[in-house]
């Protein structure tokens, strides 16, 4: 595990490995976590396994404000995650990438594959979360829009993570939609892996995700009985299938 100075003046924890036996980069997987999670759980890790089976380099990253950087959480928002995985694209990995994004990072993985058509060549989804500032909005009671009128944040507190909303966040989150186009401008091959009891993103995102991109190349895998964590074995197999289904295109 490294660390590294980015220009948007966090400090996060990277990993990238590349394998000594690569001679044919056919393409590197970049690994994008979700909101208020890190990039060191079992998804990632089997991510990882199956790059270093398959000679594929790999790297990681902690979101601005998220794992060791997170008592600046409410200092970022969308812009600066955006920001950093467009920053990492650009300087730090050569050639062809699949981005692998969680949740928050499925968003960051569909606006990379965005601002990025010349290097990104295939986006897998797990539980890709799209626009979810909006809908999370919609689902807060009129003491919480209060809350965020008065002291620009909603914090939600519980007995494993405390974790807060800030208007930052939601605002910078409205500048960054991507459902409310017609067509989301997107060419390379999505995969979307999505439980059907996730209580976080609805299933139907997926869809979506999938009737506004210009891509004719979208596969959903809908999984009836996975929630949004998508950690239970069962879920791991069905990402290494995508990623089998990038290496063999």
Same mark, same amino acid.
């Given at each position: 595990m490294q660390s590294r100075t980015y220009d948007t003046l966090f400090t996060t924890n990277f990993?990238?490995?590349?394998? %000594?036996?690569?001679n044919t980069q056919k393409f590197t997987i970049l690994y994008t976590h979700g909101f208020c999670s890190d990039p060191w759980g079992r998804k990632p890790e089997e991510v990882k396994k199956w790059c270093l089976k398959n000679d594929i380099p790999f790297y990681r990253y902690e979101l601005a404000g998220h794992g060791s950087d997170c008592s600046r959480f409410e200092e970022t928002d969308i812009n600066i995650y955006k920001a950093q995985i467009l920053e990492i694209i650009d300087k730090y990995i050569k050639g062809? %990438?699949?981005?692998?994004?969680?949740s928050l990072g499925g968003w960051l993985s569909l606006l990379a594959a965005i601002y990025r058509k010349d290097r990104i060549k295939g986006v897998v989804g797990l539980a890709a979360a799209p626009d979810f500032t909006v809908e999370h909005m919609k689902s807060a009671t009129p003491e919480q829009v209060a809350e965020m009128e008065k002291f620009g944040k909603i914090t939600y507190p519980s007995q494993n993570i405390t974790f807060t909303v800030t208007k930052r966040l939601i605002e910078s989150g409205n500048e960054n939609l991507i459902l409310t186009q017609d067509k989301i401008d997107i060419l390379c091959p999505i995969v979307l892996i999505q439980g059907m009891k996730d209580t976080s993103v609805d299933w139907h995102t997926a869809l979506k995700i999938a009737e506004h991109s210009k891509t004719q190349n979208v596969i959903i895998k809908l999984l009836k009985n996975a929630n949004h964590r998508l950690n239970e074995d069962s879920d791991i197999q069905e990402i290494l299938s995508?990623?089998?289904?990038?290496?063999? %295109?």
């Open positions: 990993e990238h490995v590349t394998p %000594i036996s690569n062809d %990438i699949v981005v692998v994004g969680s995508a990623l089998d289904f990038f290496l063999n %295109i």
